[in-house]
């Protein structure tokens, strides 16, 4: 088989043959581009390599397996309709699950399933993958027996149903929930090897409930002297959340809708709160009372967890707000590039006070930053996604991304943060994630400064 | 004056008049959406206490009770001085009598104290009684009595060496107590990050270009964290431009190239004999007990009941399909299931399921 330019067909492409130049050849390339000499060593190797693989192998000249065969799928009948009911993603899917983190917690029924951030496209997190946290272990209620109470400083305490508050208006937003702890392993040191550990306890769904302010009107709340609410959880540990009036009257949601379908019993089946920008806690599952108050409750998640110890000794309470933050996630810690080329670095940004407005990313540690697409739609406190067109030239280098949100606060970077805030704190670091990128392709978690 | 009062006093009245049937549309509007709740269903919900006790009930509880308690229901996972470190941070530690009179754990200053413990964070007294209440035991949450609450939150406090080994603690003394406590005047609420309009503590720049001198890395994963999380191959997708990394092995020398697959993720898929007749599409034609297309599962099984050969002559039949035994309408082939799968349907047919 000879290849001569003259009589090749126009408009068609002819496959190169794998590794027909030495990597100290396409080095040079890389480095130096193209000259005379080197197109035509380039020219001559190609089909010298053609040559050899045509009488090598005949299927490897002709095409692919996957394309010259027929397969299966092609030749014989598929599953019928509702063969899965409610439907499961694909097999090949498996490896993208939420995860425990080895050793974070001693008791499964306490503790964190991570959500795969490093599989996930756009904004929406599926509802099988929306990270999970349990202060006592989760139940599946029977949302028959499921009731909501509003009680304290209203006109009338009233008892809701499932069947009352499914009758009332409801409003279906997007919206965050990160935890309050997420990124809070990297603290002190770089601590876990990919995003989903690091950033992991972060979903983003369309929520459908009633707004809480509908239940405080219809009870006739005092908002002169009710300053404070208390949202209270109905499984064994009773999670019991303090958030101030005007945020509870603002956008704060009482939900039953997540992404179309009902709850999902690890997310709080069939009622929670949502506190959009607030650390998670708050979004109290299995929600069963809204208390109308005067003053905080310092409840034990708001007096001895979710507090922060600052190097003056004192911790801060009520520290909600979750602060403009982004990540990229792919390519992230723990992922292999397989070759030089283009590449679409992708990530997530978010904010609890409000729109993202943009998000820079740094190949090189932070010396030079680009400024990324943010994709649509841009919503205020949900995610946002952005992407940057990128071309790696095999060199090593450190992935970041640097989000800035609406009201012009910029994230920041780990040493920032520990300047203020020390290195003691668990909660709320919403530091620029750095990745390290090597020569070999493999991505690793490290911080920078 | 006396017209500007009377004026206020109008408009405050029109205020209220105005509030009154505000509230009023709003009810009506819902109509007939929730029930009052009466006092019995609040009272056996409003379970939370303040700081200020407001929702504390009546009742009180000595430290000998509370080691009872404490031994039968608690020690199992806070050990028996509260120390362990086994299930949950310990509860008591670090705090001394000095921090009572300041009402500030000196401990919190440093990283001396290993763990911080409960009563080295907590600055309220009310936060305990009411987390012990609604959530302890752990694995039997709401079961102590408020006696016995009153009485294992005196023996944790006696532990700690803020009251008195002998003590009973009660609804009337506990604002004493309250004075005690170690770090009672440790919080603060004078930060930005309580509401969205709060002031940020950190204020950094967007700088674009050369931004820094010199890029240190200050922090990197240790190697022997690299497989702490299991292997990461496994928790990516094994196609799209990224791979995970097999962190099973060292680091990989070089690129790996276009196209490397790495370790299969996918466990082969264990399915029942009757999902795998439905996935395989037998079922469009066999039906558990009627003839449809061809035979019912019921005829089937009796045909080739006490058959000793019977599993080997179906599954060939069912491989290379068959004609004319049950019907015009012949059975078409089925090479592409596997001879295992086959044997599994044709077995659980033959059971007459």
Known sequence: MTVKSKTTPIGRLRRAPENFVTQQFADEVYEHGLNETRRGFLRKSFVTALGATAAGSAIAADGEKAILEKQTWQTTLGQPVAANPYGMPSKWEAPLQRRESPGLTRVSAASVAFAPLQGFFGIITPNGLHFERHHQGWYDIDPAQHRLMVNGLVKQQKVFTMDDLMRLPSVSRIHFVECGANTGLEWGNVAVPSVQYTHGMLSCCEFTGVPLSVLLDMCGADLKKGKYILAEGGDGSGMTRTIPMDLALKDVLVVWGMNGEMLRPENGYPLRLLVPGVQGVSSVKWLRRIEVGDMPYAAKDEAVHYIDLMPSGLHRQYTTIQECKSVITTPSGGQQLLDKGFYNISGMAWSGRGKIKHVDVSVDGGNNWRRARLETPVLSKAITRFNLDWVWDGSPGILMSRATDETGYVQPMIKQLREVRGTRSIYHNNAIQAWKLDTNGELSNVQVG | ?353
């Open chain 2, 1 to 353: 004056m006396f017209k500007l009062a009377n004026l206020t006093k109008t408009l405050v009245l029109a205020g209220l008049a105005l509030g009154l049937t505000a509230e009023g549309i709003a009810q009506s509007k819902y109509t007939g959406v929730g029930r009052e709740a009466t006092k019995a269903e609040v009272a056996a919900w409003d379970i939370d206490v303040r700081p200020d006790f407001k929702g504390l009930p009546a009742g009180s509880g000595n430290t000998l009770r509370g080691q009872e308690v404490w031994e039968g229901r608690c020690a199992s996972c806070h050990g028996t001085f509260g120390e362990s470190n086994e299930v949950f941070t310990p509860i008591v530690g670090g705090t001394t009598k000095e921090d009572m009179k300041t009402g500030r754990v000196a401990s919190l200053l440093s990283d001396k104290q290993p763990q911080r413990t409960t009563l080295m964070k907590v600055a309220t007294v009310s936060t305990l009684w009411d987390y012990i209440y609604r959530a302890m035991p752990w694995n039997a949450p709401r079961t102590l009595t408020p006696d016995d609450t009153y009485a294992v939150l005196g023996y944790i406090l006696a532990m700690a060496e803020i009251v008195p080994d002998d003590f009973t603690l009660s609804d009337k003394n506990i604002a004493e107590v309250q004075k005690l406590m170690p770090n009672r005047n440790g919080m603060t609420q004078a930060h930005g990050m309580w509401t969205e309009r709060g002031t940020p503590d950190v204020k950094a720049t967007a700088c674009m270009s050369n931004c820094t001198k010199h890029v240190a890395i200050g922090s990197t994963l240790p190697d022997y964290a690299r497989n702490a999380h299991e292997n990461l191959a496994l928790q990516n997708r094994p196609f799209g431009p990224y791979r995970g990394v097999d962190t099973t092995k060292p680091p990989v020398s070089k690129l790996p190239g276009k196209g490397m697959m790495t370790v299969s993720a996918v466990a082969a898929e264990v399915l029942s004999p009757d999902a795998l007749f439905k996935k395989n599409n037998c079922a469009t034609c066999h039906a558990p007990a009627s003839h449809a297309i061809g035979p019912s599962i019921a005829q089937v099984a009796a045909k080739y009941k006490g058959q000793a050969d019977a599993v080997k002559k179906m599954s060939a039949k069912v491989k290379a399909g068959g004609a004319g035994v049950w019907g015009a309408i012949p059975m078409p082939p089925h090479a592409h299931v596997s001879d295992a799968d086959i044997e599994v349907m044709v077995k659980w047919m033959l059971s007459g399921k």
